[in-house]
T-cell receptor, first 115, second 114 residues
């Protein structure tokens, strides 16, 4: 139980285009989801906290206009990378607190490559 | 300032022996600690956790020890198996005041050699 489904698992896009990444909680309601980014051989860095029905809270240094987060329902949060640049190439992962003994569940991640 | 530190970027262990992965933290307000296992291009998978009110939690081959006075925790895997080879992240959560994100260490790459 407590599955978070993340799509797509990988995407290649051209510079200047936008890419949307979806995270769905399949068997629980997630009022809050977290979006992380991981660079090669680095830790998972929190980008923003996504709250259902309200604006996301962004970490310092994360551009709100570039990384648009929408959490319109209790089971879906989306991250849109707008006007993508090669430096946005990274591994993006979402997470939700399941309120269960195993704590936070992560999506399978999205590998974004901007060419 | 990194609040969760995993000072060993990598560790190699022979199959059948014990793997010990270490993690230090600086924030005394953390109340819950978790270990995640991660393969390349996949999301982290929950392994084991421990509340700050405990000093040990065991689940099969995995045991997590917490030393609050030293702000240190460790993950023991015994016996180690080749399938345990992955990156292990230590994570911590601030004392609950609503939904709070996890703070991660940089990870330790474990290689179990057959």
């Amino acid at each position: 139980g407590a599955v978070v489904s993340q799509h797509p698992s990988w995407v290649i896009c051209k510079s200047g285009t936008s890419v949307k990444i979806e995270c769905r909680s399949l068997d629980f309601q997630a009022t809050t989801m977290f979006w992380y980014r991981q660079f090669p051989k680095q830790s998972l860095m929190l980008m923003a906290t996504s709250n259902e029905g309200s604006k996301a809270t962004y970490e310092q240094g994360v551009e709100k206009d570039k990384f648009l987060i929408n959490h319109a329902s209790l089971t879906l949060s989306t991250l849109t990378v707008t006007s993508a640049h090669p430096e946005d190439s990274s591994f993006y992962i979402c997470s939700a607190d399941t309120d269960r003994s195993y704590g936070y569940t992560f999506g399978s991640g999205t590998r974004l490559t901007v060419v | 300032d990194q609040q969760v530190k995993q000072n060993s970027p990598s560790l190699s262990v022979q199959e059948g022996r014990i793997s010990i992965l270490n993690c230090d933290y600086t924030n005394s307000m953390f109340d819950y600690f978790l270990w995640y296992k991660k393969y390349p291009a996949e999301g982290p998978t929950f392994l084991i956790s421990i509340s700050s009110i405990k000093d040990k939690n065991e689940d099969g081959r995995f045991t997590v020890f917490l030393n609050k006075s030293a702000k240190h925790l460790s993950l023991h895997i015994v016996p180690s198996q080749p399938g345990d080879s992955a990156v292990y992240f230590c994570a911590a959560r601030l004392r609950n005041s609503g939904n709070t994100p996890l703070v991660f260490g940089k990870g330790t790459r474990l290689s179990v050699i057959a």
